[in-house]
Each structure stands twice: as C-alpha cells, then as structure tokens.
C-alpha cells in the first residue's frame, strides 16, 4: 500500500478550507498550521498565469526528516505515512531544518508536529479532513498500488507535477497542472 | 514576473517568514566543539609526537579549559531543545543516518576523555596536591601507564568532532547553503585554527608560540583555500545554490561575512602573525582574539543564512 494525495490545482479556488479543516480535526494550535494555501502567479501581463496548491507535508518515499532524527521520533507507518511520535521527541530541530518544504513547526507543547493524513481517520475507513472537505473536490487520497484507484487513474491521465524533485524526496502529494 | 503569494495558514512564528528555529544555541556549541576540537587535537598530535616536554601549554594547560568549554556548549545544546526533559533519548537510540544522533554520541565520549586527561595532568596546575578519593588517583595512574592509546583516541575523536560541527549543516538537503561537503572539513580546519589561537595566547613560552603561530598561519590559508572553493561549487551549482550564495555575493551577509569573517578574522589576524614572525612586537592577544571572534561570527552567520537559503518551487 502507497498512500497518495492527488490535488487538481485546476479545480482549487484557493478558500483555505482545507486549512481550517486540518486545524479544526487536528487541534492545531492558534497560530501553527499543517497545511496552507500558496498562490503562485507567473508571468507578464496579458500572459498571467496563476496556480493554487494547498501544501502539506508530502509524506516522502525518502525523507530527510526520518533520516536526520536522533532518536527515532520520525518514522515510517504502514502505507508510507510519516509521522512523528510525541514522547520520543526531543524537539532538536533537525528536522525542520531538513524539511524543503517547510511542512514542520515546533509544537508549543515540547514537539515537532505535522500533517499525518489524518492517519487517526483512515483507520476508520474515513479520508483526510481537507480532503473531505474540499468544496471543489479538488483532493483526490488512495492507494497508488491499487490500479482501480482514483488517484492511480488520475495520474495515468493528466499532467502532474512534485515539488522540488531534483531534492530526491520522492514526494507522495502530487499536483495536477 | 514570478511571484508568490501565501494565501492562509503559514503565520507560524517559527517557520514563517523565515525557517529560524535555530537560534543562538546551535552556533554557539558549534563554535564552542571545534574550539574544544581544535585544543585535544593539538594535545594528543604532541603527545603522540612526543613532545610533551617542549610545548607544556599545548599538551597540558590549555586542555584545562576544555571540560570546561564542552559543558558550556552542551548546555547550550540542551537550551536548543524544545523537549528538554526528554534529552536523555538521544542516548537510548543510536541513529548512523543522523548526525545530530552521531553529536550526542561522540560528545558522550569526547567529555569525559578530556575530563580524564585534566585529571592526570591536575598536579602540573597544583602541585602536591591529594586527591580526597583513591578512584582520581587510580584514572591518574592508568591515564598516565596508557598516555598513548588514550592520545590515539583522542586525536580520532577530536576529528569526528570537529568535522560533525560542519556535517551537522551540510547533511540538510533542504537548506542549498549548508548542503555542501566542504563544510565538514572547512568547519575542522576552522576549529583546529581557534584552538591554535588558544594555545598561542595561553603560552608563555617563545618556542611554543612561535610554532603555534606558524599552524596558525597555515590553517588560515587552508581555511581561506575551502572558502574560496565554498563559493566556486556554489556559483557552478543548481539556481537553489547559486541563490544562496547570492545571500554572501550582495545580499543581507556580504559585509559580515567578507568583512567580519574573512578579513578581520582571517587576513589581519595572518598579516599580524607574519609580521610577528617578522620580528615586529604585536602584541598576541590580538591576532588570537580576531581569531576566536572570526571563528564565532562564521558559523552565527552560517546557520542564520542557511535558514533563509531553500530550495525554489
């Protein structure tokens, strides 16, 4: 199993629901966030461009986060989830500094925190908040093993693009441009 | 035009609008390492050379202040953390991939090795002294039966320590400033030369200084070598690279950096040195000051821009 998110940055309009979402579900803390909305516009006018990703950690194949943590706290979960655990945080930093994407913050409360993809919520057959709350529905989440899947369709079927992948992370959140 | 805008959600303090969650602590340990680094260097090489006799601050005096240094740097690590009481995990895990995990564990070696040195050398400072318990004087005598290995070990150590002060940058991917591995041996080098201006201050003795002043004079134009080809890997790299480099090369850390680091802590403290060698009287607290102050103000200036250089998307 792969998990994957799969954002149409076609379809996005940029209201932050997905953000308000994640702090809602997750109790993120007033001020932090898990994920967050960048408007990218390009170009000169009358050739503008403009792109809308909602950004979150990207749950990479080959994270530098797992790879600079000391104790071990960073780790993969089944699916290829990466996720932190609390107690075995010492709040080093290291990994918010090995992050490309930024997607770290340190918790008030003594650790690093970060999107899980509502990992609590798949256990329950359910999907990421952001995701199910899109009101475009321009998240896609499933398994990229699974050929019948939405998001394995997706990206056999549009253009699509990672972040910054000359980093070598390998991300596991793709945008479809 | 290429321009982006944050619509929501990153207001983070501590990410936004730069990625500083690395404050005082981190620079100043990884000068305090190297300084510690460069002073057993130069310790356990003489006495492995055997030259104990000739060059006393260098093998002796100067490591007293070590133990010192290293627990003023680690507690500095430990202010760094946000999980404080929870530090103790760094020694329940060993973590090869990681070089914060590689720091805990080669300072958990190189303390108590200086510690035991200052202890076997304890009589130099005070003479006739008793220790109140027999287990000092048992460490005494064993250090000083097995002087040599304990140097090998040592000279090893101070090594792996010095360069992890630099691979503990240079392993972030993420950061394009940090990510070079000349950072690692310039870091050393660097390090080696502050604990070379330590042990020139703290001598007394005209022989001892003059060589010290000469290891000086070479580390610096080592130093002045990697930081040249720093700066010819980054402008022959990827857009994120020359970018950051950009941030020395104009931007925000031009003055410091060339400024600060390269010509007061560098060129001066080597132009003094050469005219002292010369036969000028200057005076050695000078170039040896510069020589710590540079050293210092290089990596507060490379941890705070690596946090602002990232990777363009």
Known sequence: ??????????????????????????????????????????????????????ERCNHCENSPCVRCCPTGASHYEDGGLVKVTRHECIGCGACVQSCPYDARYSHPDGFVDKCTFCHHRLQEGKLPSCVSVCPTE??????????????????????????????????HVYYLI | MDEEIIISGRM????????????????????????????????????????????????????????AILVIGLFALFLDLKNKLYFWQLYTTIRLESPMSWGAW?????????????????????PNWKFKVEWLEFIEKQ?????????????????????????????FNARPLWNTSILGPLFLVSGLSTGAAVIMW????????????????????????????????FLASNAAQIEAAQLFLGGAYTLPFWGGVVVLGLLVPAILEIMELRGKRIPVALPAF????????????????GQLSKYLY
């Open chain 2, 12 to 67: 983070n303090p501590k990410i936004d609008p730069i990625l500083a969650i690395w404050g005082w602590e981190i620079p100043l340990y990884l000068f305090l390492g190297g300084l510690a680094a460069g002073i057993l260097f130069f310790a356990a090489l003489y006495t492995i050379l055997g030259r104990e006799k000739e060059l006393p601050t260098a093998v002796r005096k100067a490591t007293f202040i070590v133990p």
């Open chain 2, 202 to 233: 703290m001598s007394k003795d005209h022989l001892e200084r003059t060589l010290f002043s000469k290891i000086d004079l070479i580390l610096i134009g080592i130093e002045i070598f990697f930081i040249i080809h720093l700066f010819m890997g």
């Open chain 1, 1 to 54: 199993m792969r998990y994957a998110m799969v954002i149409d940055t076609k379809k996005c309009v940029g209201c932050s629901d997905c953000v308000v979402a994640c702090q809602n579900e997750n109790r993120v803390p007033i001020g932090y966030c898990r994920d967050w909305v960048i408007e990218h516009a390009k170009g000169t006018f009358p050739n503008v461009s403009i792109e809308l990703r909602s």
């Open chain 2, 143 to 171: 250090v000083n039966k097995y002087r040599k290995p304990l140097a090998w070990v040592m000279i090893v150590s101070s090594v792996i320590l010095g360069i992890y002060t630099g691979i503990l940058l240079s392993a």
């Open chain 2, 290 to 305: 510069l020589i710590l102050l540079g050293g210092m103000v290089f990596r507060f200036i490379m941890v705070d821009a």
């Open chain 1, 138 to 171: 321009c998240m896609y989440f499933g398994d990229l093993d699974d050929k019948e899947s939405k998001v394995y369709q997706l990206l056999q079927n549009r253009n699509w693009k990672i972040l910054a992948p000359e980093v070598g992370t390998k991300p």
């Open chain 2, 106 to 126: 080669v300072l958990m070696l190189v303390t108590p090795l200086s510690i035991v040195w200052c202890v076997a050398y304890w009589r130099d400072l005070v």
